[in-house]
């Protein structure tokens, strides 16, 4: 069930209604996955509201990355743990032959942490937007495609991500969630 509203009481209504739909057990696992965690009071004081106070038996409300290490077994790396270690692997790749290119401009150490970050954003949405074309990009020769091969040789990134357990899940209050999110948790729900 898909409801879209600018109104939260709406929303909420939905969501009770979809929570506990006539005849089904009170204390069956259920997981609301929100976008921030700071919405979990303002979830629990509407549905408790409209639920008369069944709202907490079986419930359990994550944000978004604690969801897709719920379903598929996996952790993946916060954006600050994937800077670090392109940091790192920056730093030691300074004489290697792709990053002939990158070189120069790496010698001024104050700007490895920022292209890190960068790199790493932008690694993030490759794995989350990339597609069929990531995998001919990742096979060409560079500095950015080593750090790639590198970075997955290491992690675990949402193009990874495979569904270990189904689980009956609620996605509420995102505006957006990217392909790649939608399909995982339409194949993880019970």
């Known amino acids: 069930m898909i409801a879209q509203s600018n109104n939260l009481n709406q929303l909420t209504d939905s969501l009770a209604r979809a929570l506990y739909t006539s005849g089904g057990n009170p204390f069956e696992q259920r997981i609301i996955v929100l976008p921030d965690s700071n919405m979990k009071q303002l979830i629990f ?22 969801a897709l290490e719920a379903v598929s077994g996996e952790k993946l790396p916060t954006l600050l743990e994937l800077s670090l270690f392109l940091e790192a692997r920056l730093s030691t790749h300074l004489h290697h032959e792709a ?15 920022p292209l890190s970050e960068m790199v790493a954003r932008i690694f993030w949405d490759y794995a989350l ?11 060409k020769p560079g500095w950015q495609q080593l750090l790639w091969k590198e970075v997955n ?38």
């Open 153 to 190: 040789e290491t992690w675990v990134l949402p193009h990874h991500l495979k569904v270990r357990e189904k689980k009956e899940l609620f996605l509420f209050g995102f505006g957006y969630l990217p392909p790649l999110y939608l399909r995982f948790f339409s194949e993880a729900s019970a």
């Open 45 to 66: 004081k509407a549905l408790t509201q409209k639920t008369k106070g069944r709202v907490a038996a079986g419930l359990t409300v994550m944000n978004l990355a604690q």
């Open 99 to 113: 990053f002939t290119g990158i070189a120069k401009y790496l010698e001024i150490e104050a700007r490895i942490a």
């Open 129 to 139: 937007f990339g597609g069929e074309a990531l995998t001919s990009w990742s096979r």
